[in-house]
């Protein structure tokens, strides 16, 4: 075996071992990486040890002498790139009936439906992490696969109908369902957005307003803040940010209201306080189990 074989030899083991540590990394922080990376990664791992193997046998047959066993290594050398066609046209194929396909949603996130055939599979969303990973938002696993019009459409359905058959089991469904009990009829607007948390919250407004003889510029958000203590209901925030001229945000943001809403009914109840020290009415205490 040459020098520049063992070389390589080295260097894809090098890296087969610094996959494996960013695989932990990932892992350990929740990320995985985008699609694309996989397939680069993929084509990484695969492809290497058959030109490596394919050179070590030409490098035998080089230096054999024996012309029988020159005859044998140039048989052995066909049928092994043969197989080794056979082999990575196959694993193509399963690369790409296993390949996860993303969805850049309006809101930024990015919708990840599962392999499947000969239909998608599950679908969960996600955030982008620079350009090379993604963080699951909780919440958002769909037992089927849908097309990204279709999965706003089951997201985004009128709940108004009947609250006793809504199931708001995802944030996003609950955060809906407040929106179109609370602000719809206000005339508030929607759009889905989520902070660093992989949270959801709703933007509602936006405006000018004087604050303590200053003229700030005000953003409304119903925010997504966690399950209630019984593990009844999902619990929002409804604030009003503040931001100076520059954009920057003030400190002074005011809580304008709570709201929960049940996991099963779907029935919204707004807890009438304005700060985190208030205490809720008796009826946001019965469908939280707290104050």
């Not at 066609?85 to 396909?101: G, I, N, R, T």
């Not at 200053?214 to 999902?234: M, P």
């Not at 709570?258 to 208030?278: C, I, P």
């Amino acid at each position: 075996m040459s020098k520049k074989l063992i070389i390589s030899w080295i260097v894809y083991f090098a890296f087969l071992l610094f996959t494996a540590l960013n695989y932990i990394v990932f892992k350990l922080l929740n990320l995985e990486p985008r699609t694309w990376i996989t397939v680069i990664m993929w084509i990484l791992i695969v492809l290497p040890p058959f030109i490596l193997f394919f050179f070590m046998i030409k490098g035998l047959h080089r230096f054999c002498k024996n012309g029988f066993a020159k005859g044998f290594l140039i048989f052995v050398l066909t049928v092994y790139v043969i197989v080794s066609l056979c082999v990575l046209f196959f694993l193509s194929l399963m690369s790409l009936f296993s390949m996860d396909d993303e969805k850049i949603l309006e809101d930024g996130s990015i919708q990840v439906i599962t392999a499947g055939f000969p239909d998608p599979g599950p679908s969960y969303r996600c955030m982008p992490v620079l350009f090379f990973a993604r963080k699951p938002i909780p919440g958002t696993w769909k037992d089927s696969g849908t097309s990204t019009e279709a999965y706003y459409a089951q997201n985004n359905q009128d709940t108004t109908s009947d609250s006793s058959a809504a199931d708001v089991r995802a944030p996003e469904k609950a955060a809906r369902l407040i929106y179109d009990r609370i602000f719809a009829a206000q005339d508030k607007k929607y759009s889905v957005q989520y902070n660093a948390k992989g949270n959801i919250y709703i933007v509602l407004d936006k405006g000018t307003r004087e604050l303590d003889g200053t003229t700030v510029t005000t953003r409304e958000t119903l925010t997504y803040d966690r399950i209630s203590q019984n593990g009844k209901c999902h619990l929002f925030v409804y604030y009003e940010e503040h931001y100076d001229s520059t954009g920057n945000q003030l400190d002074n943001t005011s809580i304008l209201n709570f709201y929960a809403a049940n996991l099963k009914t779907g029935e919204v109840t707004a807890a009438d306080k304005t700060s985190w020290a208030d205490s809720a009415c008796e009826a946001y205490h019965e469908a939280t189990g707290e104050y």
